[in-house]
Every structure is written in structure tokens, then in C-alpha cells.
């Protein structure tokens, strides 16, 4: 199993950026295919953008498509979102999660998963 940990949440006003970070914590991290999911209160975790093990096919949720980026860099074993134009509905806890499978946007397709890091943006 691979052990994940997310950083860079926080308090943005709306129209800001924020970078998420996601270290793993695995040998063999380009095998996975690697996710990032969100749960704001009261809802359900939803997914957000997800990236194939060489960073070629990176595929969002088109509530934030054109607004938010995934990359990884697998020499550092880290996944990114950069998440630019935010607006209030994208406040979440944001969680990164990975997966053996080519692709999948099912949060039940993830055996691995962060701890979250909360996003918060005012309007």
C-alpha cells in the first residue's frame, strides 16, 4: 500500500490559486495512476482530476476543467493540483488517493489514500 500526504491547503479568496502537493511514499511510484478527490460537508467525496503513471493523460471533472492542473513529477514521487480561478463552491477537503487501475474516476478504484487537506475559499 502506498502512504500519501497532501500539503498546501488553506485560506484563498475567491479568484485565487492555491498548489496541492501529494508525496508518496512508494518504490515503484510511476506504476500508479494517481487521483485527486473532494468532500465538502455534507457531500460526497467527488472526483477531481486524476493523471496515468507517465503524467500523458491527466482528465478532470468538468467542474473544474480549465481551471485546475494535475501533474507529477515521479523522480520526487509527488503529485500536483494547481487550482487557479477558485471560487467558493471548490471549499473541500482535498484528498489525494492512488490506484493500480489505467484509469478511473471512482473513488472505490483507490486503495490508497491522504489524509486531506482542507481548502477554504471566501467570497
Known amino acids: 500500500q502506498v502512504q500519501l500526504e497532501e500539503s498546501g491547503g488553506g485560506l484563498v479568496q475567491a479568484g485565487g490559486s492555491l498548489r496541492l502537493s501529494c508525496a508518496a511514499s512508494?518504490?515503484?511510484?510511476?506504476?500508479?495512476?494517481m487521483g485527486w478527490f473532494r468532500q465538502a460537508p455534507g457531500k460526497e467525496r467527488e472526483f477531481v482530476a486524476g493523471i496515468s503513471w507517465s503524467g500523458a493523460r491527466p482528465n478532470y471533472a468538468r467542474s473544474v476543467e480549465g481551471r485546475f492542473t494535475i501533474s507529477r513529477d515521479n523522480a520526487k514521487n509527488t503529485v500536483y493540483l494547481q487550482m487557479n480561478s477558485l471560487k467558493p463552491e471548490d471549499t473541500a477537503v482535498y484528498y489525494c488517493?492512488?490506484?493500480?487501475?489505467?484509469?478511473?474516476?471512482?473513488?472505490?478504484?483507490?486503495?490508497?489514500w491522504g489524509q486531506g487537506t482542507q481548502v477554504t475559499v471566501s467570497s
Open positions: 512508494v518504490r515503484t511510484f510511476s506504476s500508479y495512476t
Open positions: 488517493a492512488a490506484t493500480m487501475a489505467f484509469y478511473s474516476t471512482s473513488s472505490r478504484s483507490y486503495a490508497s
